[in-house]
């Protein structure tokens, strides 16, 4: 079995077919690698991905980098999940309103 590669989670939308465990997997790598070596681009990346702030800030209060990594990696995910969800119900919406639209004439 190979090894893990970090993910960026820039690059999440690249990788669909990943199992979530392998994703978070990945990003967590990424996110370790941060935490120990450029913790000013980790919270570009926060900011970037629209991560709230207060959970990042209770996700760095953990006891080791490692759980930090673990937690970010999780709220990263999450909040990408999000997104795609309101994306999604945006253009189900906007389809509906062309329907409509087509239906009236």
Known sequence: MAALEPLNPAQIIKHESLS??????????????????????????????DVPENRFNKALQLPNDDQRADDIAFLVIEREKQKIATRLAYAKQKGKTIDKKSDDK
């Open 20 to 49: 979530y465990k392998e994703l978070h997997a990945r990003i967590k790598l990424h996110i370790l690698d941060l935490l120990q070596h450029d913790f000013e681009q980790l919270a570009a990346l926060m900011y970037r991905h």
